[in-house]
């Protein structure tokens, strides 16, 4: 027979209460024996703050895990409707005019190598959940709101959580088709902001960002360009150039300069020229302003400066084209050409396949587009 130190049993009518405890510093105290350091309390006050339960564990034994308030909840419901639910822990904040927090996680200042003010861990083999936040019915909120160093972090490692299938995400975002909508959403307070999965009532972006965007690595893309406001009528027109688009990473040095009385002209390269480009391979190309009449350049021996033959007292155009040669450029290379499979994508299937008149299911990535869209 189990044994309990305080049993309280009532009936689900007439207000009963299994055990109810009342007073002026605390209701309920519960106390382990064996640990002074263990305790729980039930409408606790302790001078400063009010605790509708209260836990503390401070026990020191290694090789063990210590709640301070540990929740269970098992129950298998057969036969009910979509909203029953089992909660092991549920924190509500009610109606106030200053913060309301339904559950609070603090890390201590002194706390040692991985600690979490809320911890959430899924380990059910189908839909689960470490941490799930909800907002409805609010002039603004939030299911999960993160502030701090990251506002919110999240991490994937197959060696360290498992793997349970094709599809793994530090974080994931989903939002609804409605005008606005964004399945990640983070704002910078200078009014930059910038969102995943992001409806714009026309578009669906696969990200959407409002002000500058860095990025220390590689990016690749099926095409691009850039977009602005007509500068002829930019209240009802847009302008696109797209990109120049080349095998080679080049860098272009453009500009115009005149011939002296000899007919000499020197174009001295920018400082950091050799060492971010081949300099050996540069290739620059010189037109005359004007009348045509014969050009001709070549390097000084050391490759800084470009010396240009011509006319004297006449104007030319010049171009110095050169691939890049520096060190992040070697760390960051990617082949032009490259075999699907082994990691490159997959080999049969296509990044885009209704270019090539093929069907979509065919496509890299339909299989995580087709699970996304089974769990609205």
């Not at 309390?41 to 020191?60: A, E, I, M, W």
């Not at 895990?65 to 089992?86: L, R």
């Not at 992001?198 to 099926?222: H, L, M, R």
Request: include cysteine; proline fraction near 3%.
């Amino acid at each position: 027979m189990p044994g309990w130190a305080i049993f309280g049993d009532a009936s689900l009518g007439g207000g009963g209460r299994g055990i109810m405890g009342s007073g002026g510093e605390c209701g309920v105290y519960g106390y382990h024996g064996s640990q002074t350091s263990v305790l729980g309390r039930l409408g606790y006050y302790d001078n400063t703050y009010y605790y509708g339960v209260f836990g503390q564990n401070k026990r020191t034994n290694t090789g063990t895990i210590h709640y301070g308030i540990y929740g269970n909840a098992e129950g298998k419901v057969t036969g009910g409707s979509g909203t029953d639910k089992n909660i092991a822990v549920r924190g509500r904040a009610g109606n106030h005019n200053l913060m309301n927090v339904g559950v609070f996680g603090d890390v201590g200042t002194s706390a040692g190598t991985n600690n979490y003010g809320v911890y959430g861990d899924a380990t059910s083999t189908a839909t689960a959940y470490g941490v799930y936040g909800k907002a409805h019915d609010c002039t603004t909120g939030y299911g999960v709101y993160g502030e701090g160093m990251y506002g919110v972090y999240g991490y994937y490692n197959s060696s360290h959580y498992g793997y349970l299938g094709s599809n793994q995400y530090g974080v994931y975002g989903r939002a609804t088709s409605a005008n606005g909508d964004a399945g990640v959403y983070g704002y910078n307070g200078s009014g930059a902001w910038g969102a995943l999965g992001y409806y714009t009532g026309s578009t669906v972006y696969a990200g959407y960002f409002s002000g500058n965007v860095n990025i220390t690595g590689s990016i690749s893309k099926g095409s691009g360009s850039f977009l602005i406001d007509h500068p002829l009528d930019p209240l009802n027109k847009t302008l696109r150039h797209n990109f120049v688009e080349s095998p080679g990473n080049l860098c272009i040095y453009p500009g115009k300069i005149k011939l002296d009385a000899s007919g000499k002209a020197e174009v001295k390269m920018p400082d950091y020229y050799i060492a971010l480009v081949k300099e050996e391979e540069a290739i620059a190309q010189i037109t005359p302003v004007g009348k045509p009449f014969l050009t001709g350049c070549e390097w000084s021996k050391d490759f800084t400066t470009l010396i240009i033959y011509g006319e004297p007292d006449r104007e030319i155009y010049y171009s110095v084209i050169a691939d890049r040669d520096d060190p992040v450029i070697h760390q960051l290379y990617k082949p032009v050409e490259e075999e699907k499979g082994n990691g490159n994508f997959t080999k049969g299937k296509l990044l885009y396949p209704k270019a090539y008149g093929y069907p979509k299911e065919m496509g890299e990535d339909y299989e995580s587009n087709h699970q996304r869209e089974m769990e609205k």
